[in-house]
């Protein structure tokens, strides 16, 4: 096998070894973005259960203060049987009526809290419901990536191994520079010749190379960009 074609064959495994490279950057990409969403909507979930919880507290709180009232009125209007002065009887009604108005306002707020609290509670159900569907769902799909770039992986290793084995079939001559061309950003070495153009930098090149590489009398490069060039 000549030069030319066996840079060709190696130009073929270099190509799938940078496309299955590029497929699991890809995938790494979408682990990783899968991941980042499944982290804020553990965070968002964590952040409605902490608000939920404050909120519990709060109504807790207000239960108990409204259970205090409620005690402290009732000791309040028992006492009042047991009062004899003018006095004493309308400072224990003003405090019953303040005790009364306490009430009725705690008794708001907890009624408030109460309905904020079964709203907090429904819409926390539901985003734990979602982030455990989602998180399942995740699960399976990075596995399903990592198995994918497993299998990349060895393609990509294999492809090597035939590629570093056939490369030392080149000629002294052309190996070097093709190696090198090879690791370039697009991984090009070698590019077919249209007529007297180069098909990978679209320069036309001297006539006589071209002639050269029609007639297959030797190795050539383009003028250009310095890839080797076949008919």
């Keep these: 096998m000549n030069d030319i074609n066996l840079m060709l064959e190696l130009q073929h495994f270099w190509k799938q070894v940078m496309a299955d490279e590029a497929e699991i950057n890809r995938s790494k990409k979408s682990i990783s973005t899968w991941e980042n969403h499944l982290k804020s909507d553990k965070d968002n979930l964590q952040k409605k259960e902490s608000e939920y919880k404050s909120l519990q507290k709060k109504l807790k709180e207000k239960e108990a203060a409204l259970a205090d009232i409620e005690s402290r009125l009732k000791k309040t209007e028992e006492r009042k049987d047991f009062l004899k002065s003018t006095r004493e009887i309308e400072t224990n009604e003003s405090e019953i009526i303040r005790l009364e108005n306490e009430k009725d306002l705690i008794e708001h707020e907890v ?93 036309q090149i001297p006539s006589f190379i071209a002639t050269s590489v029609l007639k297959n009398a030797s190795v050539e490069i383009c003028t250009n960009c310095g890839r080797f060039i076949y008919n």
């Design 111 to 203: 009624l408030e809290l109460m309905e904020k609290s079964e709203a907090f509670e429904s819409e926390v159900n539901l985003l734990r419901e979602k982030f455990e569907e989602s998180a399942k769902q995740t699960v399976l799909d990075i596995a399903s990536l990592n198995s994918k770039i497993e299998k990349l992986n060895d393609e990509i290793l294999k492809n090597k191994n035939n590629f570093n084995e056939l490369s030392e079939n080149l000629s002294p001559k052309v190996k070097s520079r093709f190696l090198k061309l090879i690791e370039s950003k697009d991984g090009i070495a070698i590019a077919r010749l249209n007529g007297e153009i180069c098909s990978h930098c679209n320069f």
